[in-house]
């Protein structure tokens, strides 16, 4: 079965790690272990949303 994946990256204080390098990468990995990317997600709230789903359960 192949695995289903969602990528997340975020802005970094780290200037060379940029939210397009950081998508391309990860792309790259899906890429060579085999993973289909349903969902990219990208700075801004998620990380709020994902906290409070985390507390829900």
């Known amino acids: 079965m192949t695995q289903r994946v969602a990528l997340y990256a975020r802005v970094s204080t780290d200037k060379s790690q940029t939210v397009e390098t950081q998508l391309r990468q990860l792309h790259e990995v899906a890429t060579r272990l085999g993973w289909i990317v349903v969902a ?8 709020r949303t994902w906290a409070r789903q985390a507390t829900r359960s």
């Open 40 to 47: 990219v997600h990208t700075d801004g709230d998620l990380r």
